[in-house]
């Protein structure tokens, strides 16, 4: 089971970081992928990292913004987020893949419950 954690209500420009633990099993093994939804939008790929943590993808928009990250004490991955938009308002899931890397959500075998991210002044 995974959880993701750290969302909240945040001012545009402002920051928020998110970590998705896992219970059951650890992510050491798995590819993680963060993914967002937004109202009344299809579920989006953020970003992605590898079971070494050594290699990351974004999507264009994110990047420079956004930064994923293994935290190799608390065994989490982290999606730091920055200069937020009101555009970034949405539900940030987190999901693990046994195997290579992907963009696609149907690929991942184990999702988070989301945690809501809203940016607004």
């Known amino acids: 089971q995974l959880q993701a954690s750290g969302g909240g209500l945040v001012q545009p420009g402002g920051s928020l970081r998110l970590s998705c633990a896992a219970s059951?099993?650890?992510?050491?093994?798995?590819?993680i992928g963060w993914f967002r939804q937004a109202p009344g939008k299809e579920r989006e790929w953020l970003s992605c990292?590898?079971?070494?943590?050594?290699?990351?993808y974004y999507l264009e928009s994110i990047k420079g913004r956004f930064t994923i990250s293994r935290d190799t004490f608390r065994k989490t991955v982290d999606l730091q987020m920055n200069s937020l938009k009101p555009e970034d308002t949405a539900v940030y899931y987190c999901a693990a893949r046994r195997f290579s890397m992907s963009k696609a959500d149907y690929d991942y075998d184990y999702w988070g419950q989301g945690t809501l991210v809203t940016v607004s002044s």
């Open positions: 990292i590898s079971r070494s943590g050594s290699n990351t």
């Open positions: 059951g099993f650890t992510l050491d093994y798995y590819t």
